[in-house]
């Protein structure tokens, strides 16, 4: 299982991005879904997550800006950013927990990271 991360970009202080991911390979059943983001200097934090029954969660400093949805036919998951602040500035990773197709256990994957950049 393979995962692309695209749409990131450098945008205004107030501006939107929408960032996608898409799944490649076999998979049996999905656990969950999120996306991750690093900044410089920073750990790794999870943004927003949503599990197999739909449940969502943010973090909150992102919470009525951004929302996570999903695809659960493509195995796809999306990350609408809204009124975005130069804070958002980060790499962006995707990140599913997935059971492949002959697999018992599930595993960890993770896309490439997207850059996303808020100037100011």
């Known amino acids: 299982v393979q995962l692309q991360a695209s749409g990131g970009g450098l945008v205004q202080a107030g501006g939107s991005l929408s960032l996608s991911c898409a799944t490649s390979?076999?998979?049996?059943?999905?656990?969950?879904m999120g996306w991750y983001r690093q900044a410089p200097g920073k750990q790794r934090e999870l943004v927003a997550g949503i599990s197999s029954d739909g449940r969502r969660n943010y973090i909150d400093s992102v919470k009525g800006r951004f929302t996570i949805s999903r695809d659960t036919i493509k195995y796809a998951v999306y990350l609408r950013m809204n009124s975005l602040k130069p804070e958002d500035t980060a790499v962006y990773y995707c990140n599913v927990e997935a059971t492949p197709l002959g697999y018992y256990n599930s595993k960890i994957f993770w896309g490439q990271g997207t850059q996303v950049t808020v100037s100011s």
């Open positions: 390979g076999s998979i049996f059943s999905v656990t969950f």
